[in-house]
């Protein structure tokens, strides 16, 4: 079986997450659940990045030890994740001892390898505790970080170990180019491709006696800087220097946000580089969820909390929302008004309506036992066409395109019940016509409860159960679906999928 070696960035301890959290999380998710579907051995990694600055920060406030804060916040994040269904397979926190020991271990290995692109020297410059880095000027718009535009940029003068990043520019425009780094979309390539093009400087890999954090080997003094330890975890996750490590190594895609892209697709490949070891094969950088136009996030201020949109309707309809309305390539925005008509349009109406009618008519005509399959007709030809122009979405990471065709199965699918009308069928004594179309239907639905399961995992679920299969959902592949027979399966009484709020 291929692997499939997955990540999400991990996430800062300094705040609960909110909706751009989950958008990154369930975008993956949706992902690493699709690539199960295709019969791919998937690890999935997710984690939390706990030795920032702001960490200890907001450990003081507090009132408690950094450890402790870090705890309280990775069961906050998991509880959350849980929530959402997320199907990691490894979740891993920057301070445990296998991370550590990673960290350690690449360090060593970049300097036996080459000595010449570490060394020490004095550093000054206007330090973004947001990003936790030092901010370069086309990185400062108005004197503040354009990512953290309400924040202050702290200047700081140190001693600190570097990395020579600026050696690696033309060796990743080079690899960029030839396809070996893959960066997609387009448009964050080619921003990173801009910033090789301009020109590296060497970054600092330590922070001088800062109290929370990893001992930079051999100097006491010095901790190492938290992204240069961040980015390890993807590396670390699979044992690494222990041999067997390179069963997952490399990465077969980083899910990271467009904000971080400088150091998943320069940074982190001149690492890997300076240590040989292999590049991940994709990075993918999505957009932002906006609210009102602005990026959703904890300095931006909680527009709209991710424990108030789960309430909403539950995880699946915030997933499909998320994924189908603010996409995982570009910004999107996320309003109430357009959550609660997709909710309506597509999963209410469409989908669920779908469902709902499909296994009553078995049920009503048929003593809910599905008729001997039909080998063709108008939705039967749509639903195979469907399964390849889905398959093409999900390989390009298109969700959006993927979210989109589900419901429009959906909906080409009620037209078939509008136009092959079964109860006139069944009216007539039309015995053959009608096996016909509830057999159509019933495979149609089946179809789509596998290719929405990405999507939809519960309610997937749920619809599967209602199906009576002779198997279950997440033994079904998708190279199984073209031949995909229903003939006995014996439904039952759908339970309410979407149900919509009582009219106030
Ligand atoms: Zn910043």
Request: proline fraction near 6%.
């Amino acid at each position: 079986m291929t692997k499939f070696y997955l990540t999400t960035a991990i996430d800062y301890s300094n705040g609960d997450p909110h909706l751009g959290h989950a958008l990154e999380k369930v975008g993956a998710d949706c992902i690493a659940r699709y690539h199960r579907l295709r019969g791919r051995q998937v690890h999935f990694l997710m984690g939390m990045d706990e030795h920032s600055q702001s960490v200890i920060q907001a450990a003081a406030r507090a009132g408690v030890s950094p450890r402790e804060w870090v705890d309280r916040m990775a069961a906050t994040f998991a509880d959350y994740w849980r929530q959402l269904e997320c199907s990691h397979d490894d979740w891993i926190r920057t301070t445990e001892p296998r991370h550590i020991r990673s960290v350690v271990a690449l360090l060593e290995r970049i300097r036996q390898r080459r000595p010449d692109d570490l060394y020490v020297a004095d550093y000054e410059g206007l330090y973004c505790t947001g990003c936790e880095e030092f901010k370069q000027p086309s990185q400062i718009a108005n004197g503040h970080c354009i990512e953290h535009p309400t924040l202050d940029l702290i200047p700081t003068k140190e001693r600190n170990h570097f990395f020579r990043l600026s050696a690696y520019g033309q060796r990743l425009l080079q690899l960029i180019a030839s396809g070996e780094l893959r960066i997609e979309p387009a448009i964050r390539r080619n921003e990173v491709v801009r910033l090789l093009e301009d020109g590296l400087q060497d970054v600092s890999i330590s922070r001088q006696r800062l109290p929370w954090g990893i001992p930079f080997p051999g100097d006491p003094e010095q901790t190492i800087y938290v992204w240069f330890d961040a980015l390890i975890n993807y590396l670390s996750a699979t044992g690494f220097p222990d041999p067997g490590y390179d069963r997952l190594w490399p990465a077969d895609l980083h899910v990271v946000g467009k904000g971080i892209t400088r150091f998943h697709c320069i940074i982190w490949p001149a690492m890997l580089l300076a240590a040989d070891l292999a590049l991940p094969r994709l990075v993918w950088a999505h957009g932002y969820v906006q609210w009102e136009g602005t990026k959703m996030s904890k300095t931006a201020g909680t527009a709209v909390s991710l424990s108030t949109a789960l309430e909403r309707y539950g995880a699946d309809a915030l997933r499909y929302f998320l994924l189908r309305e603010v996409g995982f390539e570009n910004d999107g925005n996320f309003t109430w008004e357009r959550f609660d008509a997709r909710y309506s349009a597509d999963l209410a109406d469409t989908f669920g309506n779908l469902v709902s009618r499909s296994l009553s008519m078995v049920d009503r005509y048929r003593a809910a036992s599905v008729p001997a399959d039909s080998s063709d007709s108008p939705l039967e030809r749509a639903s195979q066409e469907m399964i390849g122009t889905y398959t093409r979405a999900m390989d390009a990471i298109d969700l959006q395109q993927g979210a989109t065709l589900v419901i429009e199965l959906a909906t080409r699918a009620n037209r078939f019940v509008e136009e092959t009308a079964p109860w006139k069928l069944a009216k007539a004594n039309n015995d053959t016509a009608l096996d016909s179309v509830l057999a159509n239907l019933v495979r149609t639905v089946a179809r789509l409860a596998v290719l929405s399961a990405p999507f939809i995992p519960a309610k997937a679920q749920e619809i599967w159960g209602a199906l009576g299969a002779n198997r279950p959902l997440a033994d079904v592949r998708l190279a199984d679906l073209a031949t995909l027979s229903v003939t006995g399966w014996k439904v039952a009484k759908p339970p309410p999928l979407f149900p919509k709020p009582e009219a106030d």
